[in-house]
């Protein structure tokens, strides 16, 4: 730790001190919002660097050049005169205002930095847009840096995962305050309507220590739509072949030149049963959501402050189980906990109630006469309230959660060198039932951040973060987290990084498919802090090399990247023996390494191709022995073909876009003890997926789109075990590695008002 604070004190004497100038490019369409991925370098030179999702960047002064060009494709290009250091703020304007007729691009989806420390990935809402994209946990179809996998077999919901492995590992947050995590852990990707979402940044390996302590393989944030920049009225109404229904409404108004306010409306539903496999289970749950987010923008350029306010309420209920339960029937088991009234007429079904309630402040003040110098503060209270049971099985959990995190931003010596610290503070309370077991617990913390950046954007950047926090239950214990990049050549970015991440596991919140099985539930370990059980502790290590390329004249990108993980202590989720769930602390080895190499290029005007194969090790040391992690293919391979028209004169145009993941063989979990009947194989084969979607924009205001998921209609077959007697001690709905639902068409609409 001494190394560390060395570092700081001694940046500005060590040769860091090369004068930058900073700036913000602003898109000129619409005069507020910062302009993304915008190219900026000295003429003449090759010093340069591209603009964050805000529009800003940072770029070394120099004696020699004091012309600077600033361009963006569709955009009209301007070469600037810098005489002195002061910050720089400049409108971009479109080709469109011109006279003459131009050929424009759109900007890149999906856009990777070659300049920053930290492999980031964002996308923006025309890849969205690829996809129906109803919610955020359905928003990473087309993008290989997240793989989408099946929890179970009945309630259709979607898990995702990076670097080989599940969500309870990454941090998910909203606006860069953490959103999905204790009870909201199985079902809260789907409580963000994809049309809510203006971009999302996916972060490989260690975090921040701004956001906290709790990433170990990565963050994903979700920016929401801005009611200063968002459309005054938006529309988009979506349905399928299977009857789900969904219906989003966007109501902005510009109050003044300083205040805009938002209303959100989301309500989806599905009420068509579903069972093309005749096993007498709903493919897909019965189920309604109302979503509604009310927020409030607040900028004063003159005097410097911003903020944002959301208050959003959430009521989500589902119905799974046999397609002849009915939860008002006699012979509807409702959680009762044993089979000993049974009269041999009881039908198996589950009901999962959600109420939601959440609140969010985002205040920052950028200091005038300093514009590098800045103070944020982010705060937010949310309670989560959820009933539900399974078969006979009750499971109840209310959360409620408090958030704080105070931020100042400064430099040391210059603007190259630059620093962040803070508090954090967090509270969780949780009330959570299991049968007629009481787990509840209080969880509190508060911590203090360091984060140093140096920023040489020729050949060197370099973040070395440290936080310190004091947990109730999990100690007090140091966060590490460091990120390099380095330039090694014209368009090359090569990257390495580390860091600690520290995590309280909610076993059951985020083991839920666990519920509607007949395993026994076991907690092996009873001397930790939660559950009985320790912490988990594990550190991530990483490399990534990003490379540019022309070729044909197109431009394109190759990227390779390999991170680990090692477990110093994980709550190892053993599912080896089908009679039980077993949870327990890790005596051993547990490790997943990911291997990544992607291609990205422009094969012709308007034609982009995508591919990526992926490779994982995961595996842990169970107590039944070394095995690699069960449901998750090792071998992956992605494809992604978008083309676009021309704009006609009206505003016309057609858009198409074709998905394939193929995804190699899964082991099984152990069902050995099974009857014959009812035993799976070792492994489970590979397979491909197919997704496509056409949409026609009529003119700026109107658009229409249609597609169709798993085109190729592979399903698995008997993915409920035990499905003709669901109470007795064969039935499972936990073993799942394809789809459930066949082939799968939809249709949509999207209306907008400026």
């Known amino acids: 730790m001494r190394n560390y604070f060395l570092i700081f004190l001694l940046a500005p004497l060590l040769g860091f001190s090369q004068e930058i100038i900073e700036g913000?490019?602003?898109?000129?369409?619409?005069?507020?919002?910062?302009?993304?991925?915008?190219?900026?370098?000295?003429?003449?030179?090759?010093?340069?660097?591209?603009?964050?999702?805000?529009?800003?960047?940072?770029?070394p002064a120099s004696e020699t050049f004091n012309r600077l060009i600033i361009s963006y494709v569709g955009f009209q290009s301007d070469t600037l005169s810098v005489q002195d250091l002061k910050a720089i703020k400049h409108v971009l304007r479109p080709n469109n205002e011109l006279d003459e007729v131009v050929v424009q691009q759109e900007r890149e989806a999906v856009q990777k930095t070659y300049f920053s420390a930290q492999n980031v990935v964002n996308i923006n809402s025309a890849e969205l847009l690829k996809a129906a994209c109803c919610n955020l946990s359905e928003s990473f179809e087309t993008n290989p840096a997240i793989d989408v996998n099946f929890s179970d077999a009945l309630t259709g919901?979607?898990?995702?995962?990076?670097?080989?492995?599940?969500?309870?590992?990454?941090?998910?947050?909203?606006?860069?305050?953490?959103?999905?995590?204790?009870a909201s852990q199985a079902f809260g990707l789907t409580f963000t309507p994809g049309t809510w979402v203006e971009s999302i940044q996916i972060t490989k390996g260690a975090g921040s220590v701004v956001n906290g302590y709790e990433s170990i393989s990565g963050q994903i944030n979700a920016e929401l739509v801005k009611p200063l920049t968002d459309k005054s009225l938006f529309v988009n109404g979506y349905f399928n072949r299977n009857g789900r229904m969904e219906l989003n409404t966007h109501l902005n108004h510009k109050i003044n030149d300083k205040w805009s306010s938002g209303l959100y409306i989301h309500g989806n539903a599905r009420t068509q049963k579903e069972d093309n496999n005749d096993d007498g289970f709903l493919d897909a749950p019965l189920a309604?959501?109302?979503?509604?987010?009310?927020?409030?923008?607040?900028?004063n350029a003159e005097t410097g402050w911003v903020s944002f306010l959301n208050f959003r309420f959430l009521n989500d209920e589902k119905q799974v189980g046999q397609v002849a339960f009915d939860p008002d029937d006699a012979n509807a088991i409702r959680g009762f906990g044993d089979t000993t009234a049974f009269n041999g007429n009881e039908i198996w079904g589950s009901e999962i109630a959600t109420r939601?309630?959440?609140?969010?402040?985002?205040?920052?003040?950028?200091?005038?006469e300093l514009p590098y110098q800045s103070m944020g503060f982010q705060t937010s209270y949310s309670t989560h309230d959820q009933e539900s049971y399974f078969g006979i099985r009750r499971y109840d959990i209310n959360h409620e959660s408090v958030y704080s995190n105070l931020i100042f931003n400064s430099i040391i010596g210059d603007t190259q060198n630059k620093f962040k610290t803070g508090l954090t503070f967090a509270f969780d309370g949780y009330e959570e039932l299991v049968n007629t077991t009481d787990f509840s617990r209080d969880d509190a913390s508060i911590g203090a951040?360091?984060?140093?950046?140096?920023?040489?954007?020729?050949?060197?950047?370099?973040?070395?973060?440290?936080?310190?926090?004091?947990?109730?239950?999990?100690?007090?214990?140091?966060?590490?987290?460091?990120?390099?990049?380095?330039t090694p050549w014209e368009r090359g970015s090569l990257r390495a990084s580390f860091g600690r991440g520290k995590r309280a596991a909610n076993i059951f919140a985020e083991n839920q498919q666990l519920f509607a099985t007949a395993r026994q539930i076991q907690i092996l370990d009873g001397d930790g802090s939660v559950y009985g059980l320790d912490p988990e502790d594990a550190w991530n290590y990483g490399v990534s090399f990003l490379q540019g390329f022309t070729f044909l004249n197109r431009p394109?990108?190759?990227?390779?990247?390999?991170?680990?993980?090692?477990?110093?202590?994980?709550?190892?989720?053993?599912?080896?023996?089908?009679?039980?769930?077993?949870?327990?602390?890790?005596?051993g080895n547990s490790a997943a390494s990911s291997f990544q190499i992607e291609v990205n290029h422009q094969v012709m005007p308007r034609l982009e191709l995508r591919m990526a194969y992926k490779y994982y090790d995961v595996h842990t040391d169970y107590r039944s022995g070394s095995l690699q992690k069960p449901l998750n293919a090792q071998n992956r391979f992605f494809a992604n073909l978008?083309?676009?028209?021309?704009?006609?004169?009206?505003?016309?145009q057609w858009k198409f876009d074709y998905t394939i993941h193929n995804l190699g063989k899964q082991r099984l979990p152990n069902t050995e003890v099974n009857p014959p009947e009812f035993r799976l194989g070792e492994y489970a084969n590979g397979y491909s997926l197919m997704n496509a979607q056409v949409t026609k924009v009529f003119s700026e205001k109107f658009e229409i789109y249609v597609g169709g998921e798993n085109l190729s209609n592979y399903r698995q077959n008997s993915p409920v075990l035990g499905a003709n007697d669901p109470f007795g001690s064969n039935f499972d709905t936990s073993i799942v590695f394809a789809p459930i639902m066949g082939r799968m068409y939809y249709a949509g609409f999207r209306y907008k008002l400026n």
């Open 642 to 652: 978008g083309y676009s028209t021309t704009v006609t004169e009206k505003g016309g």
């Open 449 to 486: 951040f360091f984060e140093y950046s140096f920023e040489d954007l020729e050949k060197l950047s370099l973040t070395a973060g440290l936080r310190v926090d004091s947990h109730n239950r999990l100690g007090t214990f140091v966060t590490p987290r460091f990120h390099m990049r380095y």
């Open 356 to 368: 939601r309630f959440d609140a969010s402040l985002k205040l920052g003040y950028v200091f005038p």
């Open 288 to 299: 309604n959501q109302i979503n509604i987010m009310n927020r409030w923008q607040y900028q």
């Open 24 to 59: 913000q490019v602003i898109d000129g369409s619409t005069e507020n919002e910062g302009l993304v991925g915008a190219n900026v370098y000295w003429m003449d030179s090759q010093i340069g660097t591209i603009t964050t999702h805000e529009g800003r960047f940072t770029i």
């Open 556 to 587: 394109g990108n190759l990227s390779v990247d390999f991170y680990k993980t090692n477990f110093k202590n994980q709550i190892v989720v053993d599912w080896e023996n089908p009679r039980a769930i077993s949870f327990y602390n890790l005596d």
């Open 157 to 182: 919901t979607k898990q995702i995962q990076m670097l080989g492995l599940t969500s309870p590992y990454l941090l998910i947050t909203q606006e860069n305050i953490p959103m999905v995590r204790g």
